[in-house]
């Protein structure tokens, strides 16, 4: 299982420093009617901007290069990184996954409402361990549910206890916990 590592990068305004630097290196070679080093200095600052990218806060940046993961970035600002890499952004702020659905139990149906408060907390699990995390998310908690309302019900009658919550929480929290998001809160209404 792969886990978040952080990708190398470094200031991005020392980037544009010298792409600036490189920029009148180039008039000055122009103007000096040297083409090798004007070439030169074009495929410096083609190779400069393309390792420069942006993080916005509360935000990642995840660096693959050739499909194969390099590491995430989580410091925000002009940041310098590999060039010629894809960059996956990734949002760390906190997401609302609502689930609307009905139980068949034995006797009756429940129509039943989850709203459930996550964030990510490692990239890397979250990009390379599932394909769509929220479907996984909402199909885990019917399932769980489902298995905890028919045996609270066999039990003794009774269908949304707060232990039947704890228990629907901490079994969420495992299963998600693999992908690498934390949840934040939750609530059950019927």
Not at 59 to 64: D, G, M, V
Request: proline letters at 1%.
């Amino acid at each position: 299982m792969r886990t978040e590592r952080d990708a190398w990068s470094a200031n991005g305004l020392l980037s544009v420093c010298l792409i600036v630097l490189l920029l009148f290196l180039v008039v000055l070679n122009l103007y000096e009617a040297e083409y090798i080093f004007v070439a030169i200095f074009m495929l410096l600052i083609v190779i400069l901007l393309a390792g420069l990218t942006v993080v916005k806060p509360n935000e990642a940046k995840i660096i693959l290069l050739f499909g194969k993961y390099l590491g995430t970035i989580r410091q925000e600002g002009l940041i310098y990184t590999v060039p010629f890499t894809n960059r996956k952004r990734m949002s760390l702020k906190i997401k609302t996954l609502r689930n609307d659905f009905t139980i068949q139990l034995i006797d009756e149906e429940v129509e039943v409402q989850v709203v459930i408060f996550y964030k990510i907390v490692d990239t890397a699990k979250v990009l390379f361990e599932v394909e769509q995390f929220e479907h996984y998310i909402r199909l885990q908690s019917e399932i769980i549910l489902k298995k905890l309302l028919t045996n609270e019900k066999e039990k003794n009658g009774e269908l949304f206890t707060d232990e039947l919550i704890e228990q629907f929480a901490q079994i969420l929290t495992q299963k998600v916990e693999r992908l690498g998001i934390e949840i934040v809160d939750l609530s059950i209404v019927n």
